[in-house]
Nanobody
């Protein structure tokens, strides 16, 4: 059974920073694509960032490019999302997910999800 556990969310003022972590267990972590998604109240869940198995390729939605950085430490089975220059519109529950097949900005290929961590950005 694969488990993903996110942490690092919280309340921060606009312009501030947070670092989210996601620890994985039950799967050969270093072999799989990892992604971060988010869901704001009343909205669909959306792709935020993704990273390939080695960390050599990263992908971002346009609205976070230059502000967010995804990285991974395969020795620690952990993927990170460093979020800088946060804006109120970044407020959402953030989820990490793993794909055994390929990278995608769609949710379909991701077969395991964490429980989510709340990020709230005040103006």
């Amino acid at each position: 059974q694969v488990q993903l556990v996110e942490s690092g969310g919280g309340l921060v003022q606009a312009g501030g920073s947070l670092r989210l972590s996601c620890v994985a267990s039950g799967r050969a972590f270093s072999s799989y694509v990892m992604g971060w998604f988010r869901q704001a109240p009343g909205k669909e869940r959306e792709f935020v960032a993704g990273i390939n198995w080695s960390g050599s390729s990263t992908y971002y939605r346009a609205s976070v490019k230059g502000r967010f950085t995804i990285s991974r430490d395969n020795a620690k089975n952990t993927v990170y999302l460093q979020m800088n220059s946060l804006k109120p519109e970044d407020t959402a529950v953030y989820y990490c997910a793993t794909s055994a097949t390929r990278f995608s900005s769609n949710q379909g290929p991701y077969d395991y999800w964490g429980q989510g961590t709340q990020v709230t950005v005040s103006s």
